[in-house]
């Protein structure tokens, strides 16, 4: 199970972190990602993290903007956002794929999803 917390309603410009908490696995053993979904778009990986953090993943839209990391301690994989603009309101998801070979870009190969946290950014 994905909790994620973190959402909420910003300003543009300002920055918000994002939290997936896991439970009832193995979470080291998982790459996470957090994928994105606007209204009327589909949803889009915005960035994905190694199971030992090592490997990192962005959406090159996103890439100056945003750093995903991992508490593989605490179960917890984040996303930091910085200088948001109205194109990043969405639904953010947390999703874990059981693989320790690879960084998965294919929402095909996450196993586990959270409910999502809304992200809006307006003024």
């Known amino acids: 199970q994905l909790i994620e917390s973190g959402g909420g309603l910003v300003q543009p410009g300002d920055s918000l972190r994002l939290s997936c908490v896991a439970s009832?696995?193995?979470?080291?053993?998982?790459?996470m990602g957090w994928f994105r979904q606007a209204p009327g778009k589909e949803r889009e990986l915005v960035a994905a993290?190694?199971?030992?953090?090592?490997?990192?993943y962005y959406l090159r839209s996103m890439k100056t903007r945003v750093a995903i990391s991992r508490d593989n301690a605490k179960n917890t994989v984040f996303l930091q956002m910085h200088g948001l603009i109205a194109d990043d309101t969405a639904v953010y998801y947390c999703?874990?794929?059981?693989?320790?070979?690879?960084?998965?870009?294919?929402?095909?190969?996450?196993?586990?999803w959270g409910q999502g946290t809304q992200v809006t950014v307006s003024s």
């Open positions: 999703a874990g794929a059981n693989t320790m070979t690879n960084v998965p870009r294919s929402e095909n190969e996450y196993d586990v």
């Open positions: 009832g696995g193995a979470f080291s053993n998982y790459a």
């Open positions: 993290i190694s199971y030992h953090s090592s490997v990192t």
